[in-house]
């Protein structure tokens, strides 16, 4: 019988963290690799995963990098073959990177919309099918961690201009109930975060509207998302401390889901 510090443990595990640069994304990578994971980063912008893959090495962290536009199919297919050549097999995935665009819904450019949803949920299912059959279905094991967010669970407050968002959001909640459903029997667990307000790139401009003080009080802890919020769920559902737990969806975000 392993103790709970054993079931949380994840050396000899390997993990693959799209949109891994920067923001929930680090954050996710640094716990696993905290953890004992051996991680490979991706996202566009090589400087920004140097910056990343520096700062992790910084910790004791067995960390590389692979940048790949993953709107690109071709992109997804390279990046798991490199991936792989790197770590061997994904016993973890990461599905984090995303994109956002602001307009209201009778104006909003097809285009900004395609944007959206090829990064947000088509590249997910992609980049999910590639490793799944290059990797954890033959070896009968894996953990896919999808980061969705309470905006995919309702629709928005007035003044919130993100219909494109909000529907991929929405789209990676059901993808994850059911990718897990298929692929169980497998020894895939698929699990989803949704994180609430956390002050980021993305966010800046909302941040910048608002106010931290006026977004924090939505929330019943009166908080924002910190760097530290989304380690110990994403550490929860990469481990075997979620053996049996799958196609469920964590709100990580003060208590706004809950009200």
């Keep these: 019988m392993r103790t709970p510090q054993q079931l949380f443990n994840l050396d000899g595990k390997t993990a693959l963290v799209t949109g891994g640069s920067r923001g929930l994304g680090l954050q996710i990578a640094e716990a696993l690799g905290q953890q004992g994971a051996r991680i490979v980063l991706s996202a566009r912008k ?113 003044g919130m201009q993100t219909i494109a968002y909000n529907t991929s959001k929405g789209a990676v909640v059901n993808f994850t109930r059911t990718l897990a459903g298929e692929w169980g029997q497998y020894g895939i667990t698929v699990n989803a975060l949704a994180p609430g307000f956390f002050p980021s790139k993305m966010t800046k401009g909302l941040l910048a509207t608002l106010g931290k003080d006026e977004l924090a009080s939505h929330a019943p802890l009166n908080r924002l998302g910190d760097d530290e919020d989304l380690k110990g769920a994403a550490v929860l559902f990469a481990s075997d401390a979620s053996k049996h737990i799958t196609g469920q969806i964590l709100a990580v975000d003060g208590g706004v889901s809950a009200v």
């Design 46 to 158: 090589q400087t920004e995963l140097d910056e990343a893959v520096a700062h992790l090495k910084s910790l004791g962290i067995d960390a590389s990098a692979v940048a790949a536009d993953l709107s690109q199919e071709a992109a997804v297919d390279a990046l798991v073959t490199e991936t792989l050549s790197r770590l061997g097999h994904i016993d973890i995935l990461v599905n984090n990177a995303g994109a956002t665009w602001g307009a209201p819904a009778e104006d909003h450019p097809v285009e900004a919309w395609d944007k959206v949803m090829n990064l947000n949920i088509r590249s997910i299912f992609l980049i999910s099918q590639a490793v799944g059959k290059r990797s954890m279905i033959p070896r009968q094991y894996g953990r896919i961690i999808n980061v969705a967010s309470i905006a995919g669970l309702s629709g928005n407050p007035p």
